[in-house]
C-alpha cells in the first residue's frame, strides 16, 4: 500500500442522535457502505445529501446505505405508516369526547 492509499483511519464520521432522526457526516475516500448497527424496524426512511436512498438490511438486522467518495450526509429518519392515521384517531376521539361532555353538562 503506498503512501497515497486511503486508509480505514481516512475515514472521518460525525453523529447526531435525536428521537427519531440519526444524522451522520461521513468523509468517506472511496465508495462503500455506511453500515449503522441501530435495529432495522419498518418505518425507517434514508436520505443522501437530501435525496431518498433505499435502506439495505445489513448483518441481519443491522441497517446500511451506500456512500460514494467524499463527503455526505445521511439522514435516517423514523417515519412510520401508521403514525399519521394513529394522529387522526386520537384528535377524531378528543372532539367527541369533548362533545359528549358538552352533552352530558346541559
Known amino acids: 500500500m503506498s503512501r497515497d492509499d486511503p486508509t480505514p483511519d481516512d475515514v472521518t464520521v460525525s453523529v447526531t ?19 449503522l ?10 436520505t443522501l445529501d437530501g435525496e431518498s436512498v433505499p435502506i439495505y438490511r445489513a448483518n441481519l438486522m443491522f441497517r446500511a446505505v451506500q456512500v460514494d467518495a467524499g463527503l455526505h450526509e445521511v439522514v435516517f429518519r423514523y417515519e412510520p405508516a401508521w403514525a399519521a392515521p394513529a394522529l ?15 352533552l352530558a353538562d346541559d
Not at 448497527?37 to 434514508?46: E, F, N, Q, V
Not at 384517531?89 to 358538552?102: A, G, P, Q, Y
Open 17 to 35: 442522535d435525536a428521537v427519531n432522526t440519526v444524522t451522520i457526516s461521513v468523509n468517506a475516500p472511496r465508495m462503500g457502505w455506511l453500515y
Open 37 to 46: 448497527a441501530d435495529t432495522d424496524y419498518p418505518g425507517w426512511k434514508a
Open 88 to 102: 387522526l384517531i386520537t384528535v377524531v376521539s378528543l372532539v367527541i369526547l369533548l362533545f359528549l361532555f358538552r
